[in-house]
């Protein structure tokens, strides 16, 4: 992820000692150590799933007052929240403008990596200030180091406009600028620092968890069933 400041003292930028000969494995012993490593997400994620809940009752409420969910990341961390924005008009019938993803450097950025992006507080409050962020909206700043210059920036944004706050993490932080912190502490990856991997997969996990529950407690599911699905072709 473009998310690299600082970052010698971050959980996701250790060495993990179990695959540091990772180079020397077959492909079988390579594809068995990702999956070793990816078996320990789950275990994270339940331990944060109180504040996963909180995050979903906080976007409920915004959501019920006829707010917008907003995803702001940079990197590995915007796409994912700009795949969780896209997904949700076609399983839950959603307006397009209800549930929207902000990325570091703009639309080229989900494509190509946008080198320096992050580091942009302003850029965050311009991106903010264009999509008119209000209070009863929610800001949800994805960030696997903690914290980047550009979601650091949006949240502190939206703290100034009244708006719900919510960041997903996978280090320890210490803010008191969120209202509710998800930091699911996967620790090292199976290539030092390439968060992408477990730190990706479980910021999509949990993304999916935040849309989804709180698209059913909206009632857009009857039962497990998506009946608020508009028709295509």
Do not use: Q
């Amino acid at each position: 992820m473009a998310e690299s400041r600082k970052t010698g003292h971050l959980l996701t930028e250790r060495v993990n000692p179990r695959t540091e000969k990772l180079d020397e494995l077959p492909a079988l012993g390579i594809v068995e150590s990702i999956i070793s490593e990816d078996g320990t997400i789950v275990s994270a994620i339940e331990k944060e799933k109180e504040n996963v809940a909180r995050a979903v009752e906080l976007i409920t409420e915004r959501l019920g007052r006829g707010g917008r969910l907003v995803f702001i990341g940079a990197g590995t961390s915007g796409r994912l929240g700009v795949i969780e924005a896209a997904e949700c008009p076609p399983t839950f019938g959603t307006d397009p403008d209800m549930i929207l993803g902000i990325i570091a450097g703009g639309r080229k950025a989900v494509w190509r990596s946008a080198e320096g992006a992050e580091d942009s507080s302003e850029e965050a409050r311009k991106k903010l200030e264009r999509i008119n962020l209000k209070k009863k909206d929610v800001l949800v700043g994805i960030a696997a180091s903690g914290g980047t210059p550009f979601v650091e920036g949006g949240l502190d944004y939206a703290r100034k406009k009244g708006s719900g706050r919510i960041l997903v993490t996978c280090n320890p932080v210490e803010t008191t600028v969120p209202e509710v912190v998800i930091s699911v502490l996967v620790g090292p990856e199976v290539i030092t620092g390439s968060t992408r991997m477990k730190a990706g997969t479980a910021t999509k996990m949990v993304l999916n968890m935040l849309t989804t529950a709180s698209m059913v407690r909206l009632g857009k599911t009857y039962g497990n069933l998506m009946v608020d699905v508009r028709p295509g072709s």
